[in-house]
């Protein structure tokens, strides 16, 4: 099927990317709005979170219920949340109801109404996820290690506190909204059955008169690197490690990619065979690659019983050490198959390259397609990735632990501090 990618810039900075799709009769939509958790106040955390809560209930002409009801009636299958750089909106449904849906969400992010007796049911929204954030142990060590390894800002959740959320009012929501809802920076990416000549016309008209602000500076804090252990009662431990690894835009990517893919990837993977399959240590184990705008890492998770903890942890180490020694030809034969049968599905899904899009033109400032992902894919090779693994062996880990007990962990010369 032939791939072809479309994008235009706007005056105001607005970016349009779209692929179009018309052997399907459905279309979708990706919005990344430059209102990320990056830019919460450190007395705010969650205010980006709150403000995606807040600007849909109720924008243009249409109250909390009527919003809803307009989505509805088109069929759109809609979603929303708020990430480190962007907060985002996107929405899958019939092709011929695209514009209309891109119609109300000019108004989502335009002309929000902000009704004041909506505030507490959002807050209550946003107490909720972070209830489930807390009640997640998984999630709990796997953030702790994200902001431990990327810094404070960088590496925050976007829920916040509940002492934060809190404290937050509705001028301080409209604030955050009027400093970073801006045209300057916002992506919309859509595919689908679409024809790119009208889609363009139609979103100039609904954006063209939307005036840029500008760009607001972050600093990031210093990373904490090393062990650390979060004592909590439970009949399991929790594990997460991460090691440097290379962002999206590198050109190492595919190479790191490809390594982690072996480590990591279905249950012909070494640490699902090794850790799980011939010791049964655990029951859920993973690598996986992971990356901001200018950095990357990979993070590894299991959780296992206390018991058995100990032994999780050696072993995991251990074949992340192995891996530097190289992989084997079946095992990128395997990870090669995995990926084209996940790339086949990409083709048949319009919401999931609508955001593979989006994602593709934030970090990369283009568009790639899958032809050129299966090309890169198809020129992995053994003697390539063993290369970069030779030059680049997972080393330096931090390590935090949840449960009962710490570990031990003797690699980098240091002991596990208690949180």
Not at 84 to 96: D, E, I, K, S, V
Request: negative net charge.
């Amino acid at each position: 099927m032939e791939q072809q990618i479309f994008h235009h810039t706007y005056e105001n900075g607005i970016t349009l990317v779209a692929q179009p799709m018309p052997w399907l009769e459905s279309a979708a939509f990706s919005i990344s709005v430059p209102a990320g958790c990056r830019y919460d106040a450190r007395s705010q955390l969650g205010i980006a979170n709150f403000a995606c809560e807040m600007v849909q209930r109720g924008c243009g002409s249409l109250n909390s219920r009527e919003f809803i009801e307009a989505l509805e009636s088109l069929g759109v299958d809609y979603s929303s949340s708020a990430s480190l750089y962007n907060t985002n909106f996107g929405g899958a449904m019939q092709a011929a109801q695209l514009h209309d849906a891109l119609k109300i969400y000019a108004d989502v992010l335009r002309r929000p109404a902000f009704p004041e007796d909506q505030l507490e049911d959002g807050r209550l929204v946003c107490f909720q996820e972070i209830a489930a954030l807390g009640d997640d142990l998984a999630q709990r060590a796997l953030q702790k290690l994200r902001t431990n390894f990327y810094g404070s800002v960088d590496g925050r959740n976007c829920e916040g506190t509940l002492e934060t959320v809190q404290s937050l009012t509705l001028d301080d929501i409209k604030r955050f909204y009027d400093r970073h809802y801006r045209p300057n920076g916002l992506i919309i990416a859509c595919a689908g059955k679409l024809n790119f000549e009208s889609l363009q016309s139609h979103v100039g008209e609904l954006f063209h008169d939307w005036q840029p602000k500008p760009e607001p500076e972050v600093s990031n804090a210093p990373s904490t690197h090393g062990v650390e252990h979060i004592e909590y009662e439970s009949e399991q431990t929790h594990i997460a490690i991460a090691y440097p690894g290379v962002p999206y835009s590198h050109e190492n990517y595919y190479l790191n990619r490809g390594a982690i893919g072996v480590l990591s990837g279905g249950m012909s993977s070494r640490l699902f065979t090794e850790v799980r399959e011939k010791r049964g240590l655990c029951y859920t184990v993973f690598a996986s690659c992971h990356t901001l705008k200018d950095k990357g890492a990979v993070l590894c998770y299991s959780g296992t019983t206390n018991e058995r903890a100990q032994e999780t942890l050696d072993v995991i180490i251990a074949e992340l050490q192995k891996l530097a020694h190289g992989i084997k030809e079946d095992e990128l034969r395997r990870l090669k198959v995995q990926i084209r049968s996940g790339m086949v599905m990409q083709q048949e899904s319009c919401r999931g390259r609508a955001g593979s899009i989006a994602g593709d033109w934030f970090h990369l400032d283009r568009v790639r397609t899958l032809d050129e992902v299966n090309q890169k894919i198809n020129e992995l090779t053994v003697e390539s990735i063993n290369e970069y693994l030779a030059a680049n062996p997972p080393q330096s880990f931090d390590i935090v632990t949840l449960g009962p007990q710490p570990l031990e962990f003797e690699a980098n010369g240091i002991s596990a501090t208690q949180a």
